[in-house]
T-cell receptor
Framework: AQSVTQPDIHITVSEGASLELRCNYS??????LFWYVQSPGQGLQLLLK??????LVQGIKGFEAEFKRSQSSFNLRKPSVHWSDAAEYFC????????????FGKGTKLSVKP | DVKVTQSSRYLVKRTGEKVFLECVQD?????MFWYRQDPGLGLRLIYF???????EKGDIPEGYSVSREKKERFSLILESASTNQTSMYLC???????????FGPGTRLLVL
């Protein structure tokens, strides 16, 4: 069965520092992979997605993610974090099929220190 | 611009009440989804619909039902609300397999 693991429940970084959020997935075929961000009290906003092709994917707000098939990972990175990046981040894998449900990780909450 | 709207941002209901959560999308998407989100559990799929009048159970359908009479509208129904259904409910829509799911702002439901 498909699954997504985000090993870090909560991460704190200083403003201006680099960020890497980890995501590992279990899926039998080439997956569709997504990162979403959720600000407090809000819905989810898509940061970036990987379907095929270049394994380094650029997203909005200066985020990028790299698909590594050998490690079953899709880690999210940002070179310099801003205070406004404080939010919860969800990794998701497309479950396949014509409807293509998403399987979500449990999320990583990011706090940013001034 | 893509838009998914949910009828209420906050809702307070009593145990045993019938509760309707409405979701509308303006993108002519085929697929619509209802999730609930709880701290430490992430998003869990309740039901989804891939066409008008069609529905499929997700991972946690117990205590819920859905209705999709029109393509743009997908309703989640709590037949008899219970306190363990206090949660954040998120609606989403997408066109097809591999496409991006777009989410509404969520409805925070409190059942007393």
């Amino acid at each position: 069965a498909q699954s997504v693991t985000q090993p870090d429940i909560h991460i704190t970084v200083s403003e201006g520092a680099s960020l890497e959020l980890r995501c590992n997935y279990s899926y039998g075929a080439t997956p569709y992979l997504f990162w979403y961000v959720q600000s407090p009290g809000q819905g989810l906003q898509l940061l970036l997605k990987y379907f095929s092709g270049d394994t380094l994917v650029q997203g909005i707000k200066g985020f990028e993610a790299e698909f590594k098939r050998s490690q079953s990972s899709f880690n999210l990175r940002k070179p310099s974090v801003h205070w406004s990046d404080a939010a919860e981040y969800f990794c998701a894998v497309g479950a396949g099929g014509s409807q293509g449900n998403l399987i979500f990780g449990k999320g990583t909450k990011l706090s940013v220190k001034p | 611009d893509v838009k998914v709207t949910q009828s209420s941002r906050y809702l307070v209901k009593r145990t045993g009440e019938k509760v309707f959560l409405e979701c509308v999308q303006d993108m002519d998407h085929e697929n619509m989804f209802w999730y609930r989100q709880d701290p430490g559990l992430g998003l869990r799929l309740i039901y989804f619909s891939y066409d008008v009048k069609m529905k499929e159970k997700g991972d946690i359908p117990e205590g819920y039902s859905v209705s999709r009479e029109k393509k743009e509208r997908f309703s989640l129904i709590l037949e008899s609300a219970s306190t363990n259904q206090t949660s954040m409910y998120l609606c989403a829509s997408k066109q097809g397999a591999g496409e991006t799911q777009y989410f509404g702002p969520g409805t925070r439901l409190l059942v007393l």
